[in-house]
């Protein structure tokens, strides 16, 4: 399966909207990420938000997750 976050690949930006429910819970709206083919060509693209969203829960579980 081709997924942008497989293991040793190269660092992502990835445009997140999420929406803070009055329970506390986030949700993600609209995911997006950067694709550069080159130092001279960039696209973005939509991608499955479960992906990311099971990419963010991973990560918080494991402790990975820094806001900045």
């Keep these: 399966m081709n997924t942008p976050f497989t293991e040793n690949s190269r660092p992502k930006t990835v445009y997140v909207q ?21 130092q001279y060509s960039r696209s973005i693209r939509k991608v499955n938000k479960r992906a990311i969203t099971s990419e963010l829960k991973k990560a918080a579980q494991n402790g990975e997750l820094y806001v900045a």
Aim: glycine share 4%.
């Design 18 to 38: 999420m929406t803070r429910n009055t329970n506390g819970t986030y949700t993600v709206e609209k995911a997006r990420l950067l694709e550069k083919a080159n």
